[in-house]
């Protein structure tokens, strides 16, 4: 707090420089779950996932719900909460299910590969 | 004088983002800790202001952390806000029935995090 009781805040673009930090360093953690994501996608389009990979897309999709809307990402809130929607139920997603949860995947792959972009020093 | 508090999340990247926002824009001292056990053992140490504790961890969750701080004299009055990514009403009225005092919930905006902590324990 300031002399006039004023909350202090740094200078924006140092706060934002500090975030940009943390995500690039959790980028990979962050692309893993995705992966995870991606690949029980794919089994359950072929009909062939598992209960634990099921559990894992389960974790990894209540991670990503609860993380990118604080780096900025809040578009990818919602399809991550659907995903784990998805994989929370005690059945096998059937087929409709597993074509929206590729789409879903690959719509945080999407906004994830834009924020890496936007992020990406100057070549 | 800063206002401190303990955050028990099992995510790193949760942790950091957190504390970074309650330090560096909240101008808070923050203390972490990774899992409910170390979660006790900072809130016995540091005795903070608030602690922040996520819902969902391996080992003692945090309901179980919270019933165990609950427990013991050095921590029973610290107060403590959940932190949850889980929005089914459900869900809330099972973490209200607990106790505590407030849910926050993921995504958190970083800029707005020390506001709405501040505004749940009426540190304003």
């Known amino acids: 707090m300031d002399s006039a009781g004023q909350t202090v ?19 990979p953690e ?4 995705l992966a995870v994501l991606e690949s029980a996608a794919a089994a359950a389009t072929k009909g062939t996932l598992a209960p634990q990979q099921q559990e894992a897309a389960h974790a990894a999709a209540h991670k990503l719900a609860g993380v990118l809307g604080s780096f900025g990402l809040d578009g990818g ?11 929370s139920a005690q059945a096998v997603p059937d087929p409709g ?10 719509n945080l792959r999407a906004l994830i590969e834009t924020r890496k972009q936007a992020q990406a020093p100057a070549q | 004088m800063a206002h401190s508090i303990l955050i028990i999340d099992d995510e790193d990247d949760i942790r950091e983002v957190a504390a970074l926002s ?10 972490v800790a990774a899992s ?17 504790l996520d819902v969902m961890m391996p080992g003692m969750d945090g309901p179980t952390t919270f019933r165990e701080l609950r427990k013991n004299p050095v921590t029973a009055k610290i107060p403590v806000l959940l932190l949850t990514a889980k929005v089914q009403s459900s869900d809330q009225r099972r973490f209200a029935d607990l106790g505590v005092d407030g849910i926050l919930f ?19």
């Open chain 1, 9 to 27: 805040i740094p200078q924006g673009a140092e706060f934002a420089a500090a975030l940009n930090r943390l995500w690039s360093r959790f980028l």
């Open chain 2, 22 to 31: 309650l330090e560096s824009i909240g101008g808070w001292q923050v203390i």
């Open chain 1, 30 to 33: 962050i692309e893993q779950r």
């Open chain 1, 77 to 87: 809130t919602s399809p991550a909460r659907e995903t784990e929607l998805l994989y």
């Open chain 1, 97 to 106: 299910q597993a074509q929206l949860l590729v789409q879903l995947a690959s």
């Open chain 2, 36 to 52: 409910g056990t170390q979660g006790l053992a900072r809130a016995i140490e540091h005795t903070p202001d608030a602690i922040l």
């Open chain 2, 106 to 124: 993921k995504p958190f905006d970083p800029l707005t995090l020390h506001t709405q902590i501040a505004g749940a324990l009426g540190w304003n």
